[in-house]
């Protein structure tokens, strides 16, 4: 067989295509569930599953009365929604997308990039590059917990992460060792206080990390990117959409499971990582 007729089958019939994606995302359903899903009816809607049933894409249980993808059938859609996703996210914000350098998230997670569904991009104010949205600052606050991995320095994370606490919010911050270094020389107050709160878990990473900023929280995902040619021009790349949130968390793991957590001896006073002693110590 063609391979060009499987992929014609698929992607030349919006109502084929829509199905499919149905039945990967909430499994077996009869006629009447799929037309009411996607609000056709009989005589528009048979023709395309005949089709589908002819590629073996879809089966059909008599006993259940309900059509399902087959094994190969739910292969193929999961890499369609897949490929359909970064379409979508690529044409949603075209002009963020082709100025941005992605090699810097790991592979694993580039290719999911497509999970980032519905972004919207806060523009920053050019004497104000470094300093957060307010649009962030406001949804930042209202969190409940607050992952975070960065390789940059941005100083109003300190009052921030302050105003978290004394809010009881949950925060867990992954850092380079130069920005770790750069917060520590800057706020050492803060930063001892943040190193023994309950609440609060600090790990610096010996390498690099990329994006340059993620953030993560109860309610949404908000990214920080180089354009291609290496400058920051502050654009914010925010998502509410949970499959943006499971993929941020799922970067933040990463990072996190590759750093050493901070913390400070309750015996000695002093600060330590786990597995190993730093030189730091010595200006507590």
């Known amino acids: 067989m063609d391979p060009s007729c499987l992929i014609k089958t698929i992607f030349l019939s919006e109502k084929r295509k829509n199905v499919l994606v149905l039945l990967l995302k ?40 309900v059509y399902k993808l087959s094994d190969m059938g739910v292969l193929i859609v999961e890499k369609i929604e897949e490929f359909l996703n970064i379409i979508n996210i690529y044409v949603e914000n075209h002009e963020y997308w ?5 090699s810097e998230i790991p592979y694993h997670m580039r290719k999911r990039i497509g999970n980032l569904k519905h972004c919207e991009l806060l523009e920053a104010d050019r004497d104000c590059l470094f300093e957060f949205h307010p649009i962030f600052v406001e949804n930042v606050l209202a969190s ?5 991995a960065s390789s940059t320095f941005q100083p109003h994370t300190v009052s921030i992460f302050s105003k978290l606490i004394k809010k009881n919010a949950k925060i867990s911050f992954v850092l380079t060792e130069q920005i770790f270094d750069k917060f520590f020389d800057d706020f050492p107050e803060q930063f001892k206080c943040f190193l023994s709160h309950e609440n609060m878990s600090i790990s610096m990473r010996n390498g690099h990390i990329g994006p340059l900023t993620l953030v993560v929280t109860d309610t949404f995902m908000a ?8 400058r920051f021009d502050g654009t914010t790349l925010i998502s509410y959409e949970e499959s ?27 600060m330590e990582f786990t597995g190993y002693n730093i030189t730091k110590a010595s200006k507590f």
């Open 26 to 65: 909430e499994g077996p359903k009869n006629i009447d569930e799929i037309k009411e899903a996607l609000n056709v009816n009989s005589s528009a809607l048979m023709p395309q599953i005949k089709k589908l049933l002819k590629w073996d894409l879809v089966t059909y249980d008599s006993v259940e009365d």
């Open 98 to 102: 082709e100025t941005r350098d992605l």
């Open 144 to 148: 409940k917990y607050v992952m975070m």
């Open 223 to 230: 990214l920080w990117l180089f354009d291609n040619n290496g």
């Open 244 to 270: 943006a949130l499971k993929w941020g968390r799922e970067l933040f793991t990463y990072y996190s499971s590759i750093s050493n957590m901070v913390y400070i001896d309750p015996d000695s006073g002093k």
